[in-house]
């Protein structure tokens, strides 16, 4: 390939969404993705080929193909594997212009804060516990009850006047809370910003763990949705940047390996 | 009274139980899996032993007591002829069966003994010493006393020795006092001096182990290493000490280059079958080399250090070992924790700390913001993880464990 660079493709197979991103080096040429399910291997190869499809790529040319995320191990075709920690580190370092960095990704069922040192090694990382409080599912499941999607919950919570204080950790409890909230008669708009609230409030308690000083960068699926950010911001007093295709940046990372 | 009034509610309770939770662990498939892992053939006698117990329950004519907690000084029930048997459990089909007597959000420790209990694992014993050492503990000598003879070893929960130490003596004494009516013993000094004796030359041994193991941790596998303590729950002292030192015999010849990264295991106790953090340790490439955990480092590591021969003097030196160097995180301060912590690290050149924090245990996690900031202020990676009996969240620990493993891999190049 030009410049002596070699394709490679990074899946990130999560449980929510499967994203592929081929790059030559370090650029990214091509990308796709698409729902997670029940058949992951042939999601995996799905996404694959339709990122290939999209470049006019033949499979033949890809030398590497790294999986990352939590169906890392199922693809059969992948070459390596590394953990979306790893992957979201490198592809953070690198898109942050190469510099010490922490990086909050969220993802289907799980939070991370991760550490990057001025090498773009991780220096350190908390995840969220096994529930899936404070993550991308848990916003599926409130936007459900809110009868809209992510998106939707995100232009809600923007209009809210009066902010609700949603107190169950668990998604299961949310739920019932937003329900009962519902049946009281509060705005939609009040219980999406509570919603975006109590998320924000976990991830800042998890990123007091950390330094104040270093630039915050946010990546993963929900970075896009509107509000979720300036929640975070407002809870943590740290200024946070979104990667442009936050949701790809996990699948680049692994491309990166 | 008490009893009398708490039997007839138990009674309800016990009546509707299931016992059986059919996602038991099959302990003979268990017993098998770790074995074929084995590369000593001498740790043979410690899995079969394991399975003559899991089998056969203990043995009545070797006068079982049962016991929770290090603090609670074996050597006591060794002088008056008696086999201590740890009771400590992490099964998860007992963690199961508990949830049928107490609430699902409580200690799963308690829980899970609980299930032992109610299911009839510990039919045979008559007696159990249960200490004060946590809440959770005081009120299962409550929950248990209708249906056991409950001894409840209550020594408070400072662990400075010189605070403390006459308080302590007076409940040893009382506990020795006890069992000695019990028992019907006529126990004294020199019974104490060889319990002391039996354990410290156990002591020995665990401690070649331990240093071995700290600095090439293939020589004898994580799972013999804690088939190995949990053998010495129930097993004779000698007999143990004996099989122990064949192990380390043979270990001692196995070397195997190996970069994997070699870690400290800290937080709490890994129990027999529950090896889940254990396999997902070994399945994401690092290698537990040491541990500060009770069961283990915390009952075997020290020696009982005595002063004065006389009765009192054994007493003083029994509770400096086992109360004041308990590793409890109810006892242990912050600050003698993370400074064992960093000399271990140092000591055996350790790559990094993983800390195990029990869900629902609130004690080890309360202090892991704090340990966690003072190792990276020292440099130390550190990785805290919460988890229960429950297997359902293996792949997230395998992520978790994986990814220590790529930045301890990445930092040393």
New interface residues.
């Given amino acids: 390939m030009k410049g002596g660079y070699v394709l490679k493709a990074g899946i990130d197979m999560g449980s929510v969404m499967v994203k592929c991103v081929i790059v030559n080096g370090e650029t990214i040429i091509t990308k796709s993705a698409a729902r997670s399910g029940p058949m992951p291997e042939i999601i995996a190869e799905t996404v694959l080929k339709q990122a290939l499809e999209n470049a006019g790529i033949d499979v033949s040319l890809i030398e590497r193909i790294i999986c990352t995320g939590?169906g890392r191990h199922i693809f059969s075709k992948a070459h390596a594997t590394?953990?979306?920690?790893?992957a979201a580190a490198r592809a953070s370092f690198l898109l942050s212009g190469r510099q010490r960095c922490l990086v909050i990704d969220v993802g289907g069922?799980?939070t991370k804060i991760i550490e990057v040192d001025n090498n773009g090694?991780?220096?350190?990382?908390l995840?969220n516990?096994?529930c899936a409080a404070g993550t991308g599912r848990f916003l599926e499941m409130m936007a459900g009850v809110l009868n809209t999607d992510l998106t939707g919950l995100g232009t809600l919570s923007l209009k809210a006047e009066k902010p609700v204080i949603i107190n169950a950790t668990c998604s299961v409890f949310a739920e019932s809370e937003v329900i009962s909230l519902l049946a009281h008669n509060e705005k939609k708009e009040n219980i999406a910003a509570g919603i975006f609230n109590a998320i924000a409030a976990r991830i800042s308690t998890m990123l007091n763990?950390f330094q104040g000083n270093i630039p915050v960068f946010f990546c993963g699926g929900p970075a896009e949705i509107p509000g979720m950010k300036m929640a975070i911001e407002k809870i943590s007093g740290r200024n946070i940047k979104i990667f442009d295709n936050p949701e790809f940046v996990v699948a680049y990372g692994a491309a990166l390996g | 009274m008490q009893k009398k009034f708490l039997s007839q509610y138990s009674e309800m309770l016990l009546r509707n139980l299931k016992c059986n939770h059919p996602d038991s662990d099959n302990i003979a498939a268990v017993i098998l899996k770790y074995m074929k892992k084995s590369n000593i053939s001498s740790m043979e006698g410690f899995y079969q032993a394991i399975v003559d117990f899991e089998r056969n329950g203990m043995d009545t004519r070797e006068k079982p007591i049962g016991f929770f907690c290090s603090v609670v000084p074996e050597e006591i029930m060794l002088a008056c002829g008696l086999r201590p048997v740890r009771l400590c459990c992490e099964e998860y089909g007992c963690w199961s069966t508990g949830e049928e007597v107490v609430p699902g959000d409580v200690c799963p420790v308690i829980k899970a003994v609980c299930g032992k209990f109610y299911s009839g694992a510990c039919d045979k014993l008559e007696t159990v010493v249960i200490p004060g050492t946590c809440d959770p503990k005081a009120k299962l000598a409550e929950i248990l006393s209708p249906i056991k003879q409950v001894y409840f070893l209550d020594t408070g929960r400072d662990s400075e020795y010189l605070n403390n130490v006459d308080i302590w003596e007076k409940k040893y004494a009382q506990f020795f006092q006890f069992l000695k009516e019990k028992f019907y013993r006529n126990a004294g000094r020199s019974q104490l001096l060889s319990a002391c004796k039996l354990t410290n030359s156990r002591t020995e041994i665990f401690r070649n182990i331990y240093q071995l193991r700290a600095e090439r941790p293939d020589a004898i596998n994580v799972f013999d290493y804690y088939i190995m303590i949990y053998a010495g729950f129930f097993m004779d002292v000698k007999k143990w000490s004996t099989l122990a030192e064949k192990v380390y015999q043979q270990a001692k010849q196995i070397y195997r280059l190996d970069n994997t990264p070699r870690i400290l295991l800290a937080g709490t106790p890994v129990i027999f079958p529950n090896f889940k953090i254990l396999d997902v340790m070994e399945d994401s490439g690092l290698k537990m080399a040491a541990d500060l955990q009770c069961t283990s480092f915390g009952r075997f590591y020290n020696p009982v250090m005595i002063d004065e021969e006389t009765e009192s003097g054994i007493l003083r030196a029994l509770t400096l070992k086992n109360i004041a160097g308990s590793m409890c995180p109810c006892m242990l301060n912050l600050e003698k924790l993370v400074n064992l912590m960093i000399d271990t690290v140092n000591q055996y050149k350790l790559d990094g700390v993983i800390y195990y924090n029990l869900r629902l245990c609130q004690v080890f996690e309360l202090q892991t913001?704090l340990i966690?900031?003072i190792l990276?202020e020292k440099n130390i990676?550190?990785l805290s993880i919460?988890?229960d009996f429950g297997k359902?969240?293996t792949?997230?620990l395998k992520?978790?464990m994986?990814?220590f493993r790529?930045?301890l891999e990445?930092?040393n190049g």
């Fill in positions: 939590y590394v953990t979306e920690i790893s069922q799980d090694e991780v220096i350190d990382f995840m516990d096994k763990h | 913001a966690r900031q990276k990676p550190f919460k988890t359902e969240d792949g997230q992520t978790r994986e990814a790529e930045m990445s930092r």
